[in-house]
């Protein structure tokens, strides 16, 4: 009777070890269900039992309950933790990719964390549609890594962020204190619809830095176009729509309509009313050369063709502002042409890599 009674004794668990029981099986359960149909919620119950170790009602470490119990590697089960974790970051966009995707972005997650993987995804959207396929999303991650090695950014000394005839801050442009007096902003705000109130900002910016009469060169995309103007328009007057065109045969695919963008707007506002002109200039700038520039950032556009804006809307010696300064192309087209410059942005990246460029390009020497 006694040894009956300490066997009955040995199997009676505490409230918390019922609980650690009845929450794996569960999480099993939900994986039992799903593993023919959704990866990712695997890799969610397996995150589950591995950080909370639910594990250790039966096993020792939970790479051997990986192995004893599900039949698979360490790997393979960290390989569906990591899509898991990467499909919380991106799920707020909308439909989430399959787990062969999202593994593709585990290493951008772990080394420079969410804001980077939402960048990459939507970098992956753009060029390739809503049906990224593994291989898409790896071309895309290989290419970053690839901008990110090219510029001597983190390894070399830092480059100055200020010369005689340019400055660099970084912040939100609401916020920043420009010293210099602005006479024109030529800019390249983001695209995506979650940007949008970048434009109603660069409209209250603009409204406050700019002269009466002072120009906005602000680059849009075709399938926010009505958002765009409406934000715009709060504090600035539309002037005029100018079309840059890509030549060379580099159209830029936009998957949801399945249209192939030949150009984009370029839109002209005015402070207030549109200062009178001396001269002449066309309502189009032709991209000559070629794809616009991504090797220091994704949304990069070419020297080449900023320089034809810097030129038509400004004199040599006028200051411009950039408050989405991305690459710095717009500083290289600026100072090349004897323009003072001023960039902003939020991103320190952006600020950095510009920095180098001003710094290392062969033509800007008297001015860095």
Known sequence: MADSDARQAQTVLTAAE?????????????????????????????????????YRVTYRTFEQYLRDRWGWSRQHGYRLIDAAEVAAVVSPMGDIPSERVLRELASVLRDEG????????????DNHGIQVTADDMRRVVTKRLRRREKLPVAAAA??????????????????????????????????????ID?????????????????????????????????????????????GWF????????????????????????????????DRWTRDSVHNRAGRDDKAYHRWGQTVAGVRELVERFSEPGDT???????G??????????????????????AIATTAAR?????????VA
């Not at 969410?114 to 959207?125: G, I, P, S, T």
């Not at 500083?331 to 004897?338: K, P």
């Open 320 to 326: 411009i502002l950039d408050p989405f300064v991305g």
């Open 114 to 125: 969410e804001q980077a993987v939402l960048n990459v995804y939507r970098e992956a959207r």
């Open 198 to 242: 970048c434009y109603a900002k660069l409209g209250e910016l603009a409204a406050r830095v700019l002269p009466v009469g002072g120009s906005v060169v602000a680059m849009a995309g075709q399938h926010m176009l009505p958002d765009v103007h409406d934000r715009l328009r709060r504090r600035l007057t539309y002037v005029w729509e100018l």
């Open 358 to 366: 001003i710094r290392d390009d062969e033509t800007l020497r008297e």
């Open 18 to 54: 019922a609980a650690t029981v009845a929450d794996l099986a569960t999480r099993e359960s939900a994986i039992e269900r799903s593993l023919q149909t959704c990866a990712i919620e695997v890799g969610m119950q397996l995150r589950e039992i591995r950080d909370g170790r639910l």
């Open 246 to 277: 890509y030549e060379g045969g580099t159209d830029q695919p936009y998957w949801p309509y399945r249209i192939s963008n030949t150009w984009k707007p370029v839109l002209w506002y005015a402070n207030r009313v549109p200062r009178s002109r």
């Open 158 to 195: 830092a480059a100055p962020l200020a010369g005689d005839a340019y400055l660099l801050l970084r912040g939100d442009l609401l916020e920043v204190e420009i010293p210099w007096p602005v006479d024109v902003i030529i800019t390249d705000p983001p695209y995506p619809a979650e940007f």
């Open 328 to 349: 710095g192309s717009t500083a290289i087209a600026a100072l090349g042409l004897g323009r003072r410059f001023i960039g902003i942005d939020i991103d320190a990246d």
